[in-house]
C-alpha cells in the first residue's frame, strides 16, 4: 500500500532551523516528482518547493527567499525540507505530495500525505 508519512514538525523558535521529513512507499515502477504544500488557518494549501523525479532540478516559491531546502535521499525514498530562519509565517501544516511524471498506467497519478505541524514561538 502505497503511503506518504509526514514527520519532523513541532515548535520552533523564530529564526532557528527545521528538518521535516516524508516517508514514501511508492512503486518503483512509478516515478514521480516530489513537493512541499504548506496550509496556514484560513488560507488555501500553498506550494513551498519541488524536486523532480530524478532528483536533478529544485524548484521553490519565491516568497520563501531561499530559506528552506528540498531534497531527498539516494533511493528516493524520503523526502525532506530543511526549514533554516523560520519566521512565524512559517507556522502552517506541511504537506508532502508525489505526482506522477511516468510509469505504467496502473501509477495512481498523485499521492498526499496526512500532514506534519509547524508552530513557530517568538
Known amino acids: 500500500q502505497v503511503k506518504l508519512v509526514e514527520s519532523g514538525g513541532g515548535s520552533v523558535q523564530a529564526g532557528g532551523s527545521l528538518r521535516l521529513s516524508c516517508e514514501t512507499s511508492?512503486?518503483?515502477?512509478?516515478?514521480?516528482?516530489m513537493y512541499w504544500y504548506r496550509q496556514r488557518p484560513g488560507t488555501e494549501r500553498e506550494f513551498v518547493s519541488k524536486?523532480?523525479?530524478?532528483?536533478?532540478?529544485?524548484s521553490s516559491a519565491d516568497s520563501l527567499e531561499g530559506r528552506f531546502t528540498i531534497s531527498r535521499d539516494s533511493a528516493k525514498t524520503t523526502l525532506y525540507l530543511q526549514m533554516d530562519n523560520v519566521k512565524s509565517e512559517d507556522a502552517a501544516m506541511y504537506y508532502c505530495?508525489?505526482?506522477?511524471?511516468?510509469?505504467?498506467?496502473?501509477?495512481?497519478?498523485?499521492?498526499w500525505g496526512q500532514g506534519t505541524q509547524v508552530t513557530v514561538s517568538a
Open positions: 505530495k508525489a505526482a506522477k511524471t511516468s510509469g505504467p498506467k496502473w501509477c495512481r497519478d498523485e499521492y
Open positions: 524536486i523532480s523525479a530524478d532528483g536533478q532540478r529544485t
Open positions: 511508492l512503486y518503483r515502477e512509478c516515478s514521480y516528482d
